[in-house]
């Protein structure tokens, strides 16, 4: 009896290698010559901005230090490695699918035997009133033989589930260190608004004090007064703004440390952070294995291509094993002797035959979905290129738009001291001194958020490319 049964199990195992579905290949995607920007791009050059660690990118020491603080606790990192440990444990639990599952069982249970029941027994006949059986098997649970293949490409899939998992988890990376890179320079620009601000406002409080004893002698009029108090209260106007908005700014830093709300710790001023003077983007086709929302579509392309094969498996029969090997006797010492040995072995087939086009529809339902993951693959690709061709030009265009505003910045710092000297002299109005003042508060803070436009696209740009996960 047991050698008929080795035949069968031969005859599967050759048959194993069988795995209907197609096989994943990457789909062929040309990347462009080169990144579009706004000045010419070096195609040749494989070297990339994301090459760097993010400490190399951004060298302010306390905004490294808060770095850390979010890598090491934001709430969104933290679930996306849970996901990679739930996806880890899935993979496990559909890969044991492929392997025998064999459990063990015993029962000892003692029975006492009554001489006067209905058939009374003479004690001759039931030398010993109890009886004590026990038994003891090794049961091969439920296991599928994997012809076709059904079991191996819901492993495949599971397994580029995890994979996915893993570089979703290296883009919530990517997102972390840009959002706190991003927020510390708006937090360091709103500060530079402020300190502006306050020194306009000491400005034009001294002003108004000198218009005040102009008035005082007969020299400068009512209406002289009240210009001068417009300016100070709009000065004056703008202080709470900005404390709100940095106040707001640090406790949106501190939900992305996993803090409570509270103060930041500062470093550089907004004038003393670097900005790389060259921010090479690499090779276009680079990109396609740095990005991880990349790797993460692809991964969910072959989890797509892998679900096709194991809806075309279930046209075929499905093959199972159980069966027991064990022994059951009234004595344990004689549990595993021959006679007391008991097995069952139970080959099962399963085939449909008739289930009203849910197999064909389930088939069709999977291609469909991998035509779906296939769309979304490509729109990430070329929304990646978008990124990176938006922030290079962005880079190039801000830093022109901040060399022309800080001369602007210079002429109205001059003009503004002129106009006063010649209003304190006698021989200009204030109206002009006044004007001046003005142009130059709205361009100094002008030229602050063009700095900050300027920081964010090297951040967005380190992003774009990839960088951060590292």
Known sequence: MRKSLIAPIVAAALLVGCVVGPNYHRPAIQPPNAFRAAAPATASDPVSLADLKWFEVFKDEKLQELERAALAQNYDLRDAVARVEAARAVLGITRSNQFPNVGADADISTIRFSRNGATPLPASFVPSQNRTFGGATLNLLSFELDFWGRLRRATEAARAN?????????AVMTTLVSEVAADYFSLRELDYQLEISQRTLATRQESLDLIKNRQGGGVATLLDLRQGEQLVYTAAATIPTLQQEIEQTENQISLLLGKPPGEVMRGLSLTEQAVPPDVPAGLPSALLERRPDIRAAEQNLIVANAEIGVAKASYFPQISLTGFLGGQ??????????????????????????????????????????????????????????EVSDALIAHQRVRESRVQQELLV??????????????????????????????????????????????DSVVQLYKALGGGWQ
């Not at 995890?162 to 290296?170: P, Q």
């Not at 006797?329 to 549990?335: D, I, R, Y």
């Open 162 to 170: 995890l994979l996915g998992a893993e570089e979703n988890r290296k």
């Open 329 to 386: 006797g009234t004595q344990l010492t004689s549990l595993f002797s021959g006679p007391s040995a008991v097995w069952n072995f139970t080959p099962q087939v399963t085939q449909p035959i008739f289930t009203a086009g849910r197999l064909k529809s389930n088939v069709q339902l999977s291609q469909a979905l991998r035509e779906s993951a296939l769309i979304q693959y490509e729109k990430t690709i070329q929304t990646a290129f978008t």
């Open 410 to 455: 210079a002429a109205l710092q001059d003009r503004t001291r002129l106009a006063y000297v010649r209003y304190r002299g006698g021989v200009d109005t204030l109206l002009n001194a006044l004007d001046s003042d003005r142009d130059l508060f709205q361009a100094e803070l002008t030229l602050s958020q063009i700095r900050l436009n300027e920081l």
